[in-house]
C-alpha cells in the first residue's frame, strides 16, 4: 500500500527553477505548449485562395441543393398522396445540408481570439 507521504518527496523533489510548487510549474508548461499547439494549428488551419474559393463553389451548390429540397419538400407535403417516408428521408437531406452549409461557413469565417 502506497501512502500518501512517500508520494510527497518525489512529487516536491522536481521543482521549478524558481522553486514554486511543482504543480504550478506543470500548469505553465501545459499551458506554454497549449500556446505553441494552438500556434500550430493557426498555421496548419490557413487556406489558400484556391482552398477558399472551392470551398465558397461547394457552399453556393450546397445552398442551391438546401433550397430545391425546400421546395421539393413543399410539394410532397403538399400533394393529395402524401408518401411520408419519402417526405421524411427530403427532410433529412435537408438537415444533413444545413449542418454541411454550417460546417463550411465557420471554416470561412476568421477565427476571433477574445
Do not use: Y
Not at 502506497?2 to 501545459?30: G, M, N, Q, Y
Not at 488551419?45 to 430545391?68: F, I, P, S, Y
Amino acid at each position: 500500500m502506497i501512502r500518501p507521504k512517500e508520494c510527497l518527496p518525489s512529487i516536491t523533489s522536481a521543482r521549478a527553477p524558481s522553486d514554486a510548487p511543482f504543480w504550478l510549474h506543470c500548469e505553465k508548461v501545459a499551458l506554454d505548449k497549449g500556446l505553441r499547439e494552438d500556434q500550430k494549428l493557426a498555421s496548419l488551419n490557413a487556406m489558400t485562395d484556391e482552398e477558399e474559393q472551392a470551398l465558397r463553389a461547394k457552399l453556393a451548390q450546397l445552398r442551391q441543393e438546401h433550397g430545391d429540397l425546400d421546395a421539393a419538400i413543399a410539394v410532397v407535403a403538399d400533394s393529395a398522396h402524401c408518401d411520408q417516408l419519402q417526405l421524411t428521408r427530403l427532410k433529412k437531406r435537408k438537415l444533413q445540408l444545413k449542418d454541411q452549409i454550417t460546417l463550411i461557413e465557420d471554416s470561412l469565417l476568421p477565427d476571433i481570439t477574445a
